[in-house]
């Protein structure tokens, strides 16, 4: 069974930057984010394809995150910039990816991204 772990969150102030790394237990296509804010569902944030080079956003985010692939490592990256305290959520890693943005069968446990005003 697919393990995924997530690394890199923390609280930030707002305008600030993140990277958060998603490694698998073993290579997967198709890795996704996702977040969920208190009270709010979870929601999609971005994917990354196998090679790195197909990527997927939701509008909210497009402008300010940029995702990334590391096969070597079974790794996914998310960048993201210019964070705003709306931005606050558990961030999760996922897999594989029902392109372009439909959650697979595991998950990460999660990682906190608090931004500060």
């Known amino acids: 069974q697919l393990q995924l772990e997530e690394s890199g969150g923390g609280l930030v102030e707002a305008g600030g930057s993140l990277k958060l790394a998603c490694t698998g237990s073993y290579k997967t296509n198709n890795i996704g984010w996702f977040r969920q804010a208190p009270g709010k569902e979870r929601e999609f944030v971005a994917a990354?394809?196998?090679?790195?080079?197909?990527?997927s956003y939701s509008d909210s985010m497009k402008d300010r995150v940029t995702v990334s692939k590391d096969p070597n490592k079974n790794t996914a990256l998310l960048q993201m910039n210019n964070l705003k305290p709306d931005d606050t959520a558990v961030y999760y890693c996922n897999a594989p990816i029902d392109w372009p943005n439909i959650p697979g069968p595991f998950w990460g446990r999660g990682i906190q991204v608090t931004v500060s005003s």
């Open positions: 990354v394809g196998q090679s790195g080079r197909t990527t």
